[in-house]
Nanobody, 131 residues
Framework: QVQLQESGPGLVKPSQTLSLSCIVS??????????WSWIRQPPGKGREWMGT?????????????RSSPSLKSRTSISRDTSKNQFTLQLSSVTPEDTAVYYC?????????????????WGQGTQVTVSS
């Protein structure tokens, strides 16, 4: 049974860098052909796919991230295979980055990032950006 667990600070000050890790157990993040994603849900809004790192280390950012100069320049996804975890970094955060952040697995590269595309989810972690 694959399990994902988000880890990171619950409160971040504006302009700081948010760093979240997703610790995976029950399976390796390098096993083909799985894809590991970050999704967030701001308060009162729907879930937003941010990006994905593939089993082979390839990184894909969602259309919404790529189309936003602000998000595109601030978002970074990476992985540490020795720890079997992957990471989301979001720099220069603002209160608009307040959200519940989820990590999830899919068996193919997400197309639209809809919930149906993922088979395993972390429980989500609340991140609040506030001074």
């Amino acid at each position: 049974q694959v399990q994902l667990q988000e880890s990171g600070p619950g409160l971040v000050k504006p302009s700081q860098t948010l760093s979240l890790s997703c610790i995976v157990s029950g399976g390796s993040i390098t096993t083909g052909y799985y894809y590991w994603s970050w999704i967030r849900q701001p308060p009162g809004k729907g879930r937003e796919w941010m990006g994905t790192i593939a089993y082979d280390g390839s990184i894909y950012y969602s259309p919404s991230v790529r189309s936003s100069p602000s998000l595109k320049s601030r978002t970074s996804i990476s992985r540490d295979t020795s720890k079997n975890q992957f990471t989301l970094q979001l720099s220069s955060v603002t209160p608009e980055d307040t959200a519940v952040y989820y990590c999830a697995r899919s068996v193919s590269l997400p197309y639209s990032g809809g919930d149906f595309e993922y088979d395993y989810w972390g429980q989500g972690t609340q991140v609040t950006v506030s001074s």
